[in-house]
Every structure is written in structure tokens, then in C-alpha cells.
């Protein structure tokens, strides 16, 4: 036995361990190779390959936070009746935004429909027909 040049540390532990022993056979690797050597199929990766995974906008957290404020800085500038329709929260009038059109009504009012965004942007767009000639 080889003499060591510094001592050996020993931290003893006087809690509970916190490792979960249940998993001692299914992560025994000759446990796995025999699994395999039996059945020929590896379970880590039949397990693997039925994993789902959501899909991820390819926005920044910049640009998401520009579009959250952006809504509410539009939801800021509805009539007050309205913002109060749904307790001055943002999050309240999107939601109802993105419900179902037989369900797009609002809380109080139940046949008039909510105005998304958009549709108020383009109708506060001059609706001037007149073609404007630039000056000399």
C-alpha cells in the first residue's frame, strides 16, 4: 500500500441519506446488460425515444418582454370600461382574446364582441381616400 502525502478526508454524515436506494437493480449495469443480452433491445433508449418535448418560439426573452409590453401598454390605452370588464388585468383581456369565437364575448355585455389589437390599429388608420400630392 502506497503512502499517501496528504490525509484522507472523511465527511461523516449524520442525517438520513437523501439517495434513493429503490433504483439499486434497475441501474446495476449488469442488470442492463443482461436485460439487453436477453431481449436485444435497450430499454434507456425505447424510453428515450418515447420522450416528448414541447416546441420553443425561436424569440429571445428581449423580444417576448417587447411583445408582453407592448399588450399592455395597448390594454393601458382601452376606455376604462373596459379595462374594468376584466379587473384592469392584461393577462384577463388576452385570455379572453384567444377563447373561441362563440365564446369571444365580453364578461358583462354577453353579445358584443371583444376587439382584438389589430383590428383597432387598422380602424384608427386614416380612411382617407384623396390622394395626397407632395409639395414643390
Do not use: W
Not at 33 to 55: F, I, N, R
Not at 66 to 90: A, I, S, T
Not at 115 to 120: I, K, R, S, Y
Amino acid at each position: 500500500m502506497s503512502s499517501r502525502p496528504y490525509p484522507r478526508v472523511h465527511s461523516p454524515i449524520d442525517e438520513k441519506s437523501m439517495t434513493q436506494q429503490h433504483f439499486t437493480q434497475q441501474v446495476n449495469v449488469n442488470n442492463i446488460v443482461e436485460a439487453y443480452s436477453a431481449t436485444g433491445v435497450d430499454l434507456y433508449a425505447e424510453h428515450k425515444a418515447t420522450e416528448k418535448y414541447g416546441t420553443v418560439p425561436s424569440k429571445t426573452y428581449f423580444e417576448a418582454l417587447c411583445e408582453v409590453k407592448e399588450f399592455e401598454n395597448y390594454f393601458n390605452e382601452l376606455p376604462q370600461h373596459v379595462r374594468e370588464q376584466f379587473q384592469n388585468d392584461p393577462h384577463a383581456y388576452y385570455e379572453a382574446l384567444n377563447q373561441p369565437i362563440s365564446e369571444n364575448t365580453t364578461p358583462d355585455k354577453g353579445s358584443e364582441e371583444i376587439v382584438p389589437p389589430e383590428a383597432t390599429q387598422e380602424a384608427s388608420a386614416p380612411q382617407d381616400s384623396t390622394p395626397q400630392n407632395p409639395a414643390p
